[in-house]
């Protein structure tokens, strides 16, 4: 009797241990849900190719914008898996694309610097640059060769704020979550 107490109370323990733990992974993942709305996620053939298009909102936290606002350059990254679905197995990656922006505050001039590929532009205000940031049209996944027209295709999108590429000892205090600076959106969309 006094063995199924015991192991009742561990089970009612580590039922509201896993309840704990829902609800803070639920936090943070509506915390990043706040800070990107992905407005469009679409793909489409053209050119011989199978293309992506997006486009995001971002509102950066508070915390963000004062390490921009001292020099602190941020990047973004967009990622998108091709795959196809396969029953018997794990889903095959067709292919992996990936595109990184650099943000930076321009002190002398008071303006905003988007870096894309080793192309940069200038912007006057924050909203301009995010905007610029956060969208491409016509952006290359794969050749239409690459996808079997008689399988099911989709694609894994996610465009985040990439904490690793902030300086070291900004790095140290973000651990796993990153609190304000977990900013991101993840989301699938099937091919057509």
């Not at 197995?89 to 905003?112: H, I």
């Not at 790095?171 to 977990?182: I, T, V």
């Amino acid at each position: 009797m006094h063995l199924l107490l015991v192991r009742r109370r561990i089970l009612q323990g580590l039922a509201a241990l896993l309840a704990c733990a829902c609800l803070c992974l639920g936090a943070v993942g509506s915390a990043a849900a706040q800070n990107v709305e992905l407005v469009t996620l679409a793909t489409d053939r053209r050119d011989g190719a199978l293309t992506l298009e997006f486009a995001a909102r971002v509102t950066l936290p508070k915390t963000v914008e004062d390490a921009l606002q001292y020099g602190v350059p941020i990047y973004f990254v967009a990622q998108a898996d091709l795959k196809r679905d396969r029953w018997y197995w794990r889903d095959e990656r067709v292919a992996r694309v990936t595109r990184q922006w650099r943000l930076a505050f321009q002190p002398l001039t008071g303006s905003w610097r988007v870096g894309l590929a080793g192309i940069n532009q200038t912007h006057a205000t924050l909203e301009e640059a995010l905007a610029v940031m956060s969208r491409s049209a016509g952006w290359r996944l794969a050749d239409l060769s690459q996808v079997d027209p008689d399988s099911r295709h989709y694609v894994d999108f996610s465009y985040k704020l990439d904490t690793s590429q902030l300086p070291g000892p900004m790095q140290f205090g973000l651990g796993g979550g990153g609190g304000e600076w977990a900013v991101g959106v993840q989301r699938s969309v099937r091919v057509e």
